[in-house]
């Protein structure tokens, strides 16, 4: 079955930022892969592939190729014989953490029984990404950290009021 979104060579179906963003990332299971990316420190396939949402073989496969495709992951060989990769994530898919954060805030407001990260698990996951960004600004290679970092801490209580009832037109 062919995949719905296109490739990072066909062209737009539309010059809308959100349409164009949903093409990539905008099914069931895309952002979860960012998720474990970003957030648990996951980068080989198996790893990604023991996730809680029991994302199939097929379909992880094909999100990652379309992840690398559009530049938000790159594939990275850590062993030759028999040839094996992981999966790092590219200053575009780090630019994703917000995204994420944001997410996280709409569901810890809206969505009973959701699990918010401890402020620590955000704040060693931003470490991180400072570190990965200072080693790619100086030229050398990211290493991964055992120990992922994460997003600053994210509001679990609703906005004060009038906070957040701004213009919503984009």
């Given at each position: 079955?062919?995949s719905s ?5 066909e ?5 809308c ?5 949903l093409?990539?990332?905008g ?11 970003i957030f ?6 198996g790893?990604?592939l ?7 073989t097929?379909?992880?496969s094909d999100?990652?190729?379309?992840l690398e495709e559009g530049?938000?992951?790159?594939k ?5 014989r ?10 575009k ?7 994420l ?6 569901a810890?407001r ?9 402020p620590?698990v ?26 992922p ?10 906005p ?5 009832e ?5």
């Amino acid at each position: 079955m062919a995949s719905s979104a296109p490739s990072a060579r066909e062209l737009p179906r539309s010059a809308c930022p959100i349409a164009n963003a949903l093409d990539l990332l905008g099914d069931r299971w895309t952002l979860l892969v960012i998720r474990d990316l970003i957030f648990v420190g996951k980068r080989r396939f198996g790893e990604l592939l023991s996730s809680p949402e029991g994302i199939p073989t097929n379909i992880l496969s094909d999100r990652l190729r379309r992840l690398e495709e559009g530049g938000v992951v790159e594939k990275v060989p850590y062993q030759l014989r028999p040839a094996r990769y992981e999966y790092q994530l590219t200053a575009k898919g780090r630019d994703l953490l917000p995204v994420l954060r944001a997410l996280i805030a709409w569901a810890a407001r809206h969505l009973p029984g959701v699990a918010i990260p401890p402020p620590e698990v955000l704040e060693r996951f931003e470490e991180n990404l400072r570190r990965l960004a200072a080693a790619e600004g100086e030229g050398g290679a990211p290493t991964p950290n055992p120990h992922p970092p994460a997003p600053s801490p994210v509001p679990t209580h609703p906005p004060a009021p009038g906070e957040g009832e701004k213009d919503s037109r984009i």
